[in-house]
């Protein structure tokens, strides 16, 4: 069947810190894979996502590349902020609707 | 513009109640989706209309009736509901429901649902 792990935190980190949330799935096929962030009080965004295997996706200094030998799709930001706090669902999509992981909640204070 | 608008944003009712949700989208999307977030989880599926017609039940209770009138509105007809029915419930968009590798759902800000 198809489904998705990533780290579940809270993940707490200091400004301008490196962020990594691992993200790996079980999938026949060749899904998509997405992540999708939800700010307090608000609805899911798309972040990033990605169609096929070695493809990297990025937005907003956030960046995944789907590994296929791995089955990986892990969140990275190079430098995180106060307004990156929010949580951070790793998602894929096998053809009908979407399997997310448990969601990953990040802090960052200033 | 990748924008799905949900109304209303609160809602407060009481068991005995009957209330709508609403969404829209002008996107074009064929799929549309109704999901179903408790606080610190997941979204959940409920339900999925693909170029209209209702695709996917996810064995909803009956006291959740979906409706979708055209291709840009999908409604959450509630009566009957119960307090642990409480939650966020998102509708999301996508251009279509299957197979189109890439497809993005698309989620609106939700409609927080109070059940006393």
């Known amino acids: 069947g198809n489904s998705v792990t990533q780290m579940e935190g809270p993940v707490t980190l200091s400004e301008e810190a490196f962020l990594t949330i691992n993200c790996t799935y079980t999938?026949?096929?060749?899904?998509?894979l997405f992540w999708y962030v939800q700010y307090p009080g608000e609805g899911l965004q798309l972040l990033l996502k990605a169609t096929k295997a070695d493809d990297k996706g990025s937005n907003k200094g956030f960046e995944a590349t789907y590994r296929k030998e791995t089955t990986s799709f892990h969140l990275e930001k190079g430098s995180v902020q106060v307004s990156d706090s929010a949580v951070y669902f790793c998602?894929?999509?096998?053809?009908?609707?979407?399997?997310f992981g448990k969601g990953t909640t990040l802090s960052v204070s200033s | 513009d990748t924008e799905v608008t949900q109304t209303p944003k609160h809602l407060v009712m009481g068991m005995t109640n009957k209330k709508s949700l609403k969404c829209e989208q002008h996107?074009?999307?064929?799929?549309m989706y109704w999901y179903k977030q408790k606080a610190k989880k997941p979204p959940e599926l409920m339900f999925v209309y693909s170029y209209e017609k209702l695709s996917i039940n996810e064995s909803v209770p009956s006291r959740f009736s979906p409706e979708c009138p055209n291709s840009s509105l999908l409604n959450l007809h509630l009566h009957a509901l119960q307090p642990e029915d409480s939650a966020l419930y998102l509708c999301?968009?996508?251009?279509?429901?299957?197979?189109?590798?890439?497809?993005?759902?698309?989620f609106g800000p939700g409609t927080r649902l109070t059940v006393l």
């Open positions: 999938a026949t096929g060749y899904p998509s």
């Open positions: 999301a968009s996508s251009q279509t429901l299957a197979g189109r590798r890439g497809d993005t759902q698309y």
């Open positions: 996107m074009g999307h064929r799929a």
């Open positions: 998602a894929l999509n096998p053809g009908t609707a979407l399997i």
